[in-house]
């Protein structure tokens, strides 16, 4: 059952979507992607469905969608063949980083950012993600800056807009080569 959910899903990765904003305007072909092997089928935003669903695939059972990534165009997300597996992910610490030392520095930095921008964030988290592939081969990505955001208060525009800015709050702290990752999510209360 597991295995037809996923390959029904690859399959509508690969069928035309519309936005109700953007009328009929037909989906994108990564050129990149194409030229690798790999077809990958992109909305106006850059981000596939497929993408957009499977992004964080293995970081828990039902893990969040993907709203945006500051690295769409420098790091293309591959829709696998059918029949080949997807790409599993892990959460992991960002301990001995250059964001370590600064953290406390940038993070309220970026928090007035928000402020500034009317961005709703519910959580503001880091992260690295060691991604394991198929041949078993692991690798492990650059620090994100993982931001959740209150559910519909944050467009794709939005998150695209403010990215650049919370990168560049980074940089100038000696943080180089991060990526934002932006989610929905709510905080929600479990006891007491």
């Not at 695939?57 to 597996?85: M, V």
Request: charged fraction near 20%; include cysteine; hydrophobic fraction near 35%.
């Amino acid at each position: 059952m597991l295995e037809c959910k996923r390959l029904s899903a690859q399959q509508d990765a690969f069928k035309p979507t519309s936005s109700s904003a953007m009328g009929d305007t037909p989906t994108l072909v990564s050129q990149h992607s194409v030229s690798s092997g790999v077809s990958t089928v992109a909305g106006p935003d850059g981000i596939s469905q497929f993408e957009r669903v499977h992004y964080w695939h293995g970081i828990s059972i039902n893990p969040p969608e993907l709203l945006y990534r500051s690295d769409l165009e420098s790091n293309p997300f591959p829709i696998p063949f059918p029949g080949t597996a997807l790409p599993v992910k892990t959460a992991e610490g960002v301990f001995n980083t250059p964001l370590n030392p600064v953290w406390h520095i940038v993070a309220p930095l970026i928090v007035e950012l928000f402020k500034k921008r009317g961005i709703k964030y519910s959580a503001l988290e880091t992260a690295r993600f060691t991604t394991e592939h198929e041949d078993g081969k692991k690798t492990l990505g650059p620090i994100v800056i993982w931001v959740a955001t209150h559910p519909g208060a944050t467009t794709t525009k939005n998150a695209c807009d403010v990215s650049p800015d919370v990168l560049h709050i980074l940089e100038d702290n000696g943080v180089k080569g991060a990526v934002v990752e932006w989610y929905e999510g709510s905080v929600e209360k479990l006891a007491g």
